[in-house]
């Protein structure tokens, strides 16, 4: 008994010396975040990944000392990204000679996305408390101690069920966190327009490169402006200049002037591109006046919140209890009001931001070219495989039976006067074969145009082809008759997404939601598969890319290990002129 209890108070200060350690986690977490705002990305994700073997070797400790087993939360870690055939890595529409940015990128999303990471920055500021409540507790109580600890660590870094939504308090907590981080991000995008503008005096050629790491920064902020406040705010740069191309006579030109080699006439063009986008010197503006503005804002938050919430407990233990009760009221009413404002004045200080980081039109004009260009490539590519595939599916189907037809009735008419019997049978084929012809020939004008889309409409048409997917799919949506080139664009893309979840993803179950508000055809397909769907390890997702881009739409996706796949796809259309009577589909069906 003396044994276990001596044993007991041994490890319970083993790990309470660990827990203090966790001070020193956050501080190091602090360093990396702090490295993030000024773009270095990595060191953020080092600095995490570089906590979990402690919090690793709690979990473990607390099974094995507190007989309370803890599993690891984490989600699986993403895998290494893979060389395309031309020897490029891909992500998005981007391509990379090296993986390095798209490794150090994906690791960022995943660590900083998986929930347990959050739960590990707050085991990491309360558990030291934890450590030295334990020491005294553990020499009072022993093995319960350490009992009542480990289910403490569980509840902290073991896996919790997915929650549906945030309490009242804790979602205004989260918002006055996206003021305090859309606050910090103007700071670093103030810290990276400093050097910018030193650039610009001297030396010039290192301009270019400042402004796009100074975009890197500021994108940042557009992107969790939208996740944190749902505050969208689109790039507004300008393309980038093309690389330079050589004349017929080997020489390279840049305005007036021709050089041997391209690497000025390159920067001199990145040069003019940079100091002629107007959004550069609005993100240059943006870096001040956001900073002072995001800041007037979570001033008075801040101040009623924390002032409310320490003010609570000053009073209780400076004060009389007289006193403390008349003040706490106050407190609370002061910490409730800050809690209020807090999800107001995060969304309009991204609302203030957007003003400077949005777009122009100048820019807008410049993108919209340079896609049309783009698109205009990708769909004669994929106008020229289509009727490949066309050609090739005649030649190899329909036509081969149909010359083998003609031979047979050739035969035919040679036997009919001395072998009936022959004749006969060889009518026999003919006619079977002609069948299989015709079906073949209704599967080939399928895939070209179904008919049930032109008759019925996209939701009808996506509904016939849940039912002879091989999936358990639900189809839900309600639909009037678009213009038809986008209605079969969609079908097609459903198409391809319904076979890769069946084929690729093992899924068994998937949802299809159909949508069309103000001119933008929206569909939303979900499959509970495997995950990890890459636009880098096949074509099929790249040719959905092509065939969104023809029509000016975008293609969203979303599969982490695990699961499940979410790929969204917009459709700028109109109703369908011809239309006598737009007919809707009905509104929910399972298949």
């Not at 490295?35 to 990305?41: A, N, S, Y």
């Not at 960022?108 to 030295?132: C, H, K």
């Not at 979570?298 to 924390?306: I, M, S, Y």
């Amino acid at each position: 008994m003396i044994r276990t209890y001596l044993t007991s108070v041994r490890r319970g200060f083993v790990l309470a010396g660990l827990a203090l350690v966790s001070w020193l986690d956050l501080l190091l977490e602090l360093v990396g975040f702090c490295l993030l705002c000024v773009g270095l990305v990595f060191a953020y994700t080092l600095a995490l990944e570089g906590t979990r073997p402690r919090a690793a070797l709690t979990r473990r400790l607390a099974g094995r000392w507190c007989g309370v087993e803890v599993e690891s939360p984490y989600r699986p870690a993403p895998p290494e990204p893979e060389r395309e055939r031309d020897g490029w890595y891909r992500d998005g529409n981007s391509l990379f000679k090296r993986s390095w940015f798209i490794k150090w990128t994906k690791r960022f999303e995943w660590i900083s996305d998986d929930p347990a990471t959050g739960r590990d920055l707050g085991w990491q500021l309360w558990n030291p408390l934890a450590g030295l409540v334990l020491v005294p507790a553990v020499l009072l109580a022993g093995p319960r101690a350490l009992r009542l600890y480990g289910k403490w660590t569980r509840w902290w870094l073991g896996p919790r069920p997915a929650r549906t939504g945030d309490g009242w308090v804790k979602a205004r907590l989260k918002a006055l966190g996206f003021q305090l981080g859309l606050f910090g991000l103007s700071v670093a995008q103030l810290g990276m327009a400093i050097p910018t503008l030193l650039a610009l005096i001297w030396p010039a050629p290192l301009f270019p490169a400042m402004v796009v790491a100074g975009r890197s920064v500021t994108d940042t902020l557009r992107r969790e402006a939208k996740n944190w406040t749902g505050v969208r705010i689109d790039r507004p740069y300008l393309p980038e200049p093309p690389f330079p191309v050589p004349r017929a006579d080997g020489m390279y030109r840049h305005g007036r002037q021709l050089y041997d080699t391209p690497w000025w006439p390159a920067r001199l063009a990145r040069l003019r591109w940079a100091m002629a986008d107007r959004a550069t010197w609005r993100d240059l503006a943006a870096a001040v006046v956001n900073s002072v503005v995001l800041l007037l804002m979570v001033v008075p938050t801040a101040a009623l919140v924390f002032g409310g919430l320490w003010g609570a407990v000053a009073s209780w233990v400076s004060r009389p209890f007289g006193q403390a009760l008349a003040l706490t009221p106050v407190a609370l009413v002061a910490f409730a009001a800050g809690l209020v404002l807090a999800p107001w004045l995060a969304r309009l200080g991204a609302r203030f931001a957007k003003l400077l980081l949005g777009p122009t039109e100048a820019s807008r004009l410049g993108q919209r070219v340079e896609r049309l260009k783009q698109t205009r490539t990708d769909a004669s590519v994929a106008q020229a495989a289509e009727l490949r595939r066309i050609e090739r599916d005649l030649h190899d189907g329909v036509q081969s039976r149909l010359v083998a037809m003609g031979m047979k009735l050739g035969a035919v008419e040679a036997l009919i006067d001395s072998d009936p019997a022959a004749a006969k049978r060889l009518a026999a084929e003919l006619r079977r074969t002609s069948s299989e012809t015709l079906t073949e020939l209704r599967l080939l004008v399928r895939g070209i145009h179904p008919p049930v889309l032109s008759e019925r409409g996209l939701g009808d048409a996506v509904r016939a082809m849940a039912l002879d997917s091989p999936l358990r799919a639900s189809v839900n949506g309600t639909l009037p008759r678009l213009e038809q080139p986008a209605e079969a664009c969609a079908y097609f893309a459903v198409s391809e997404l319904l076979g890769n979840a069946a084929k690729h993803g093992e899924a068994r179950r998937v949802s299809i939601e159909l949508g069309y508000d103000d001119g933008l055809l929206r569909i939303e397909v979900t499959d509970d598969g495997k995950g990890g769907a890459n636009a880098a390890r096949g074509t099929g997702i790249r040719g959905i890319e092509r065939r969104l881009g023809a029509f000016d739409g975008t293609f969203a996706l979303t599969s982490p290990l695990g699961g499940p796949t979410k790929a969204t796809m917009e459709i700028p259309c109109q109703l369908d002129p011809d239309a006598s009577s737009p007919r809707t589909s009905t509104s929910s069906e399972t298949a």
